[in-house]
């Protein structure tokens, strides 16, 4: 299983790579950082059918982190939510994959997100109509760790305790790193695990947020009633391509043909 994970995370990061390369622009220091938490939701943990996207008793997920959508992309298609030829018009007018991800154009998007924060607070009303609803369907949001740096996070927080979402899981990818530099120096989180405890969360910690046997281990605990769940799983921004990994530069950049081989050169299938 272990092997098979390495092989499809590595899959993966060619085909958003081989997008962003395409498109010119996009963002790939954290859709790299992110590649195991989305296969580990959507390969073991979510109850979902690509061959019926709007299926009214799935799993709903949320990329609140819109800007690193080509790693939600890239798995949407290898799941067969839309042809994999698509990704070759990512970030393109005649395409339907745009810069964040858009719910009204792209089979498999619940809410259409961009502005940091909003979609975790969305995911966090998703639960609550569940609730109110008396449905069973899970609510997933995945947020970035630079992104808690807003005040509607907290504001959501606050409202997921209060309302004791036990059918909500936040997810933050911890890299360390935003758009300008590291999230330490542009403002300082802390203690994340002892903020969404002190608010009221279950709070998981997985150390090495890139294993993906690790992330399934964590989802797959029993829950604590009445709390809603915060995983925080710690990666490397740019995971897998030496030159990306840790370099905030490489938070929002194109590739060029060099860069572009490079990469495609350390995700050879060889493991």
Known sequence: MEIEARKKARQIR????????????????????????????????MKIDPKRPDWEERDRFVLSKGHANPA??????????FPKED???????????QGHPDRKKTPGIDVSTGSLGQGMAVACGLA?????QGKSWQVYALAGDGECQEGIVWECAMSAV????????????????????ATKDVMDLGDLEAKFSAFGFEVLKVGDGNDYEALCEAFDRERAPGKPRAVLAYTVKGKGVSYMEGQAGWHGKGLDEEAYQKAMEELKEVL
């Open 14 to 45: 060619r085909d958003l790579l081989t997008a962003l390369y395409r498109a010119g622009s996009g963002h790939p220091g954290g859709s790299l950082s992110e590649v195991e938490i989305l296969m580990a939701l959507y390969y073991h943990v």
């Open 72 to 81: 939600l992309y890239a798995i949407l298609a290898d799941l067969g939510y």
């Open 87 to 97: 990704l070759a018009y990512l970030r393109k007018t005649e395409g339907h994959l």
């Open 128 to 132: 609550l109509g569940a609730k109110h």
């Open 162 to 181: 209060h309302y004791k979402l036990d059918n909500y899981t936040l997810v933050v990818d911890v890299n360390g790193l935003q758009i300008d530099g």
